[in-house]
């Protein structure tokens, strides 16, 4: 199944999922920003990959504002060159409005993963030409304005979301035919380790780029760069 169509056909199952408090709103950036995510796929998800990245979900400024995972607005525009119109959620709260493009937030950890790779290959290009980079779960959850992680959600709800995800990570592995899943943090890699068991495929992860990290404000990219390199990724 092609990433476009393994997508829409996630995007449209995960959709019909509904929530309990202390979540007030999900976003779902496959849905509204859905032409700017399948240029994404369509440009850079062609052919086999060596390795695949695999977040979480989406950050309140990277990927619920553009569709594209990890997707800081200037990386989006200048490293991955991407452009594409970005409509409104189906319910919106006002302490997280999507602006698209037009964000002015950061999104540091789109940021400064995106630029450990423009530093590590230059161009989006040579980058995807063995790499690719995709989030385990396509949902945003608040709380108002809070960020609530997929982990902190009842297991019974984490359950509906991870039979979905689980089954779209194989389907993008039996597409992509990575060698490597590296978890960008140990949430991600413990995800793809249980959908991926059997498979034959290496795990691996690197420090979450997130500012809420402490380790990770001490100099992130020199820290994920050397995990890299001790796995021989680089």
Known sequence: ???????????DAIGKLSFSAPVTHVYNPLEYAWEMHKQY???????????????????PFGMVQTGIPFGEIAAVRNFLKLDAPIRKPKSETSYRPIEGMNCKRAE????????????????????????????????????????VTPDKLPKAERALIDALCNQ??????????PEWII????????????????????????????PASPAANKGWAPIAAKQLQDMGLT
Not at 1 to 11: R, T
Not at 41 to 59: C, D, S, T, W
Not at 169 to 175: D, I
Request: hydrophobic share 40%; with cysteine; aromatic share 10%.
């Open 1 to 11: 199944m092609s990433l476009v169509s393994s997508a829409k056909k996630l995007s």
């Open 41 to 59: 796929l369509e440009r850079y998800g062609a052919g086999k990959k060596r390795i695949i990245f695999l977040g979480m979900n989406p950050g």
């Open 108 to 147: 540091v950890s789109g940021a400064r993963l995106w630029a450990l790779f423009a530093e590590q290959h230059g161009t989006a290009k040579e980058f995807f030409r063995q790499h690719f980079v995709a989030n385990y779960c396509p949902l945003a959850f608040l709380e108002n304005a809070r960020n």
């Open 168 to 177: 779209h990570l194989v389907e993008m592995v039996e597409e992509l035919q």
């Open 183 to 210: 978890g960008v943090g140990k949430y991600a890699r413990k995800q793809a380790e249980t959908a991926l068991k059997g498979h034959n495929i290496k795990f691996g992860d690197i420090l979450h780029p997130s």
